[in-house]
């Protein structure tokens, strides 16, 4: 779990008197999961988070999923999708099953109101854009390739920065105009099943919980909110509350971020993919090594640029593997991608439970000598079967299980080992993998 913070203004002890400058009570509010006996955090409001004057019931969340009859190994493509809604109304489901929901959202435009995820915790994975989450325990700035991890009942508010205009990131929008460009791009990883996001229990201790030495990474990659968000406002305030698979708008008589301080182990937090450590082998390393965050039958997984295998006969790319127990579900990120043919930024490879995969025709031979890879992509393995909706079967690409197919590929396109690749790693000129998990 993360570590303990605290931040702004608290008593000396838990559950005692904590008066406003006015002489008032602040109002205590003990934040916490597993009936109080998982991690929990101790508010302090202005106001009490009781109070509300109004509340109906928008709309349904439920995704549509279609079971096909014919299970097989998909290629999504998310490239240029059509910028819609907010940060949460424009996610768009396409992949989930009873534990976990897989969504892209290409926000057009800001939120207007506050959100409070009442159903399962969010993992947002940022693409491309910029900006701070506003929350009731404070300020969570993000950036490009920022995991954010919000808990479940948690308030926020994300607000994105301005559409860059300078075209350093055009490759990562996916073509889109300056005109038609959205505001960022974020996969949305949510759990289905009353469990939480967390580090994975084998790289903390068990006697403290604090992040061990094999881990690829520690607390201090961690970010949590760097300020309180305290606003004493009297007024409407709409609070959009996500539980049973509805929205459900609820009316705060005073603003919903009026927290002076807090303290605990339950918080929302960042965390940038450039900051984990890969590790690598003298061998081929099996995926479990690349492990983020878990859930209850899910996890995620961060594929980085690294170094590859140091054994003098190595054979860098993975070896065919069947994925008996899980679905594996890839979201590319950036990379040189032409060894997974018609794979690009933005691309998502499905790969069910069962069905054997591995390197494209012609890779092993490629990857033989190569010392690095730079490849960047956004995994999760789930150990029940994830379902595609309609809204993912509009960007499928039906062709993608032929691609395994030497016959697949136009004369000349499969590479040898002749036309390896070279890039420039620590001023040597080495022979570099593509994206061959």
């Given at each position: 779990?993360?570590?303990?913070?605290?931040?702004?203004?608290?008593?000396?002890?838990?559950?005692?008197?904590?008066?406003?400058?006015?002489?008032?009570?602040?109002?205590?509010?003990?934040?916490?999961?597993?009936?109080?006996?998982?991690?929990?955090?101790?508010?302090?409001?202005?106001?009490?988070?009781?109070?509300?004057?109004?509340?109906?019931?928008?709309?349904?969340?439920?995704?549509?999923?279609?079971?096909?009859?014919?299970?097989?190994?998909?290629?999504?493509?998310?490239?240029?999708?059509?910028?819609?809604?907010?940060?949460?109304?424009?996610?768009?489901?396409?992949?989930g099953n009873a534990d976990?929901?897989?969504?892209?959202?290409?926000?057009?435009?800001?939120?207007?109101?506050h959100f409070k995820n009442?159903?399962?915790?969010?993992?947002?994975?940022?693409?491309?854009?910029?900006?701070?989450?506003?929350?009731?325990?404070?300020?969570?700035?993000?950036?490009?390739?920022?995991?954010?991890?919000?808990?479940?009942?948690?308030?926020?508010?994300?607000?994105?920065?301005?559409?860059?205009?300078?075209?350093?990131?055009?490759?990562?929008?996916?073509?889109?105009?300056?005109?038609?460009?959205?505001?960022?791009?974020?996969?949305?990883?949510?759990?289905?099943?009353?469990?939480?996001?967390?580090?994975?229990?084998?790289?903390?201790?068990?006697?403290?919980?604090?992040?061990?030495?094999?881990?690829?990474?520690?607390?201090?990659?961690?970010?949590?909110?760097?300020?309180?968000?305290?606003?004493?406002?009297?007024?409407?305030?709409?609070?959009?509350?996500?539980?049973?698979?509805?929205?459900?708008?609820?009316?705060?008589?005073?603003?919903?971020?009026?927290?002076?301080?807090?303290?605990?182990?339950?918080?929302?937090?960042?965390?940038?993919?450039?900051?984990?450590?890969?590790?690598?082998?003298?061998?081929?390393?099996?995926?479990?090594?690349?492990?983020?965050?878990?859930?209850?039958?899910?996890?995620?997984?961060?594929?980085?640029?690294?170094?590859?295998?140091?054994?003098?006969?190595?054979?860098?790319?993975?070896?065919?593997?069947?994925?008996?127990?899980?679905?594996?579900?890839?979201?590319?990120?950036?990379?040189?991608?032409?060894?997974?043919?018609?794979?690009?930024?933005?691309?998502?490879?499905?790969?069910?439970?069962?069905?054997?995969?591995?390197?494209?025709?012609?890779?092993?031979?490629?990857?033989?000598?190569?010392?690095?890879?730079?490849?960047?992509?956004?995994?999760?393995?789930?150990?029940?079967?994830?379902?595609?909706?309609?809204?993912?079967?509009?960007?499928?690409?039906?062709?993608?299980?032929?691609?395994?197919?030497?016959?697949?590929?136009?004369?000349?396109?499969?590479?040898?080992?002749?036309?390896?690749?070279?890039?420039?790693?620590?001023?040597?000129?080495?022979?570099?993998?593509?994206?061959?998990?």
């Amino acid at each position: 779990m993360p570590y303990y913070t605290k931040l702004g203004k608290l008593p000396r002890t838990r559950h005692i008197q904590f008066r406003r400058p006015d002489g008032a009570l602040y109002s205590e509010e003990l934040f916490g999961t597993e009936g109080f006996v998982g991690p929990t955090s101790t508010l302090y409001h202005i106001h009490p988070p009781t109070q509300v004057s109004g509340w109906k019931t928008l709309y349904s969340t439920k995704p549509e999923y279609v079971e096909q009859d014919v299970m097989r190994m998909r290629h999504a493509k998310t490239q240029g999708m059509k910028p819609e809604g907010d940060a949460v109304t424009g996610r768009i489901v396409l992949y989930g099953n009873a534990d976990v929901e897989m969504a892209i959202c290409t926000p057009a435009e800001q939120m207007a109101y506050h959100f409070k995820n009442g159903q399962g915790d969010e993992c947002l994975f940022f693409h491309y854009g910029s900006g701070i989450a506003y929350t009731m325990f404070g300020a969570v700035a993000f950036k490009r390739k920022d995991y954010m991890v919000l808990p479940k009942g948690t308030i926020y508010r994300i607000e994105f920065n301005e559409r860059p205009d300078d075209g350093s990131d055009n490759e990562a929008f996916g073509g889109y105009t300056k005109a038609e460009m959205p505001l960022g791009k974020f996969v949305a990883f949510e759990t289905c099943n009353a469990s939480h996001i967390l580090p994975p229990p084998r790289y903390l201790s068990k006697q403290t919980s604090q992040f061990l030495e094999h881990a690829p990474y520690c607390e201090r990659d961690l970010h949590p909110p760097t300020e309180p968000m305290t606003f004493d406002e009297k007024g409407e305030f709409e609070v959009r509350i996500k539980a049973r698979d509805q929205i459900h708008s609820y009316v705060y008589p005073y603003h919903p971020l009026d927290v002076v301080g807090w303290d605990g182990c339950y918080y929302p937090y960042t965390f940038n993919i450039d900051d984990f450590a890969p590790i690598v082998g003298k061998v081929h390393m099996p995926p479990p090594i690349h492990q983020t965050f878990e859930g209850h039958n899910f996890v995620i997984c961060s594929f980085c640029p690294r170094m590859l295998d140091f054994h003098p006969e190595a054979i860098p790319v993975p070896y065919n593997h069947s994925n008996i127990d899980s679905d594996e579900i890839l979201y590319y990120v950036e990379g040189n991608y032409k060894a997974r043919r018609g794979i690009e930024s933005g691309s998502i490879s499905v790969h069910p439970q069962g069905i054997p995969h591995g390197p494209h025709p012609g890779t092993v031979e490629a990857s033989l000598g190569a010392k690095f890879t730079s490849e960047l992509a956004v995994m999760c393995d789930t150990f029940r079967p994830m379902f595609p909706t309609k809204a993912a079967l509009q960007i499928d690409d039906e062709q993608y299980p032929e691609s395994w197919r030497n016959d697949h590929f136009a004369p000349g396109e499969v590479r040898s080992s002749k036309e390896q690749e070279e890039k420039s790693v620590n001023g040597q000129r080495v022979k570099t993998a593509d994206t061959w998990e």
